[in-house]
């Protein structure tokens, strides 16, 4: 497979994508909401679109939205998945929102917002 690891200072746990138009209201929205950290497994080995391979995650207990994963690398060309790791479970301590701004290099990551604890 000709894939591109994700560089490990640029991992994150993907909870929800949001528009552009959408970042000003959900900075407000993230500031004004308490977060209470999670407890996750992890799951299968997903494909998200047509270049990114990433390992989904499963609250144990708590709410979070649908498709919570990981991005481990990325591929323009087609891919077959590797068979699946290990089960591992974590705590998800924060909520950061950040802003991903795509360049030829790979996504730049730029935290707008943290939600208080």
């Not at 004004?32 to 144990?60: K, Y």
Request: aromatic fraction near 6%; proline fraction near 8%.
């Amino acid at each position: 497979m000709n894939a591109r690891l994700v560089k490990p200072e640029a991992m994150h746990v993907t909870v929800k994508f949001f528009g552009e138009d959408e970042l000003e209201t959900r900075v407000r929205e993230t500031l004004a909401s308490r977060w209470e950290p999670v407890e996750v497994s992890t799951g299968n080995l997903a494909r998200f679109g047509r270049t990114a391979i990433a390992l989904r995650l499963t609250p144990l207990a708590g709410g979070l939205p649908s498709n919570p994963h990981v991005t481990l690398a990325r591929s323009q060309a087609g891919f077959r998945l590797p068979e699946s790791p290990p089960c591992l479970q974590f705590t998800l301590a924060r909520l950061v929102l950040y802003e991903s701004i795509l360049g030829h290099a790979g996504a730049e990551y730029r935290a707008r917002a943290e939600a208080p604890r």
